[in-house]
């Protein structure tokens, strides 16, 4: 570890550069991952999620930047490598050989859930061990792949029984 005049404890901060450095890796494997969708989608929509996957990888890089920051912050280094990420990213492999838009919007919606879920319970994990502004950072990040998901997730169909319950006419009660 670095120097540093940060008054956390140091295994405190230990934990937390693990942590960050976990889901750092993941973040660069997300990032990865949609500019691979970006890259090969195809279909009528094509530009709309093209541009759209442009911009969830903007987001996806800014969150592997505050993480990597946060590490260094707290006298670790940050492990974001291409090659750490392969080795050390909890998502799932990226499908290749994947073009229509459907399947793409599927794969990176699954993504972001996973990264999200995950980016959860290190909110908790760093709360626990006493850093509340590492969990904060997790909080902000997770806020921001909800964003994501939501944008991604807009362009599915909305199932059949959601869509007959939303096309029904609401009842004043009597």
Do not use: C
């Amino acid at each position: 570890m670095q120097t540093t005049h940060n008054t956390l404890a140091e295994p405190i901060r230990r934990q937390s550069i693990e942590l960050l450095n976990n889901h750092l890796a993941a973040a660069v494997d997300l990032h990865g991952q949609v500019k691979q969708a970006h890259w090969n989608v195809r279909g009528p929509g094509f530009i709309a999620i093209h541009e759209l996957f442009d911009k969830v990888s903007e987001a996806v890089e800014d969150f592997s930047d505050q993480l990597a920051e946060r590490a260094g912050g707290l006298g670790g280094t940050a492990h974001g490598t291409v090659q750490t990420a392969a080795e050390k990213s909890f998502l799932i492999p990226y499908p290749h050989g994947i073009a229509d838009e459907k399947s793409h919007v599927f794969a990176v919606a699954g993504s972001l859930a996973a990264f999200g879920q995950s980016t959860r319970e290190a909110v908790d994990k760093a709360t626990k061990s006493g850093d509340t502004a590492t969990a904060d950072l997790f909080t902000e990040i997770v806020r921001g792949v909800d964003q994501q998901l939501w944008f991604v997730e807009s362009h599915l169909a909305p199932r059949a029984e959601a869509a007959a319950t939303a096309a029904k006419p609401m009842r004043k009660a009597s």
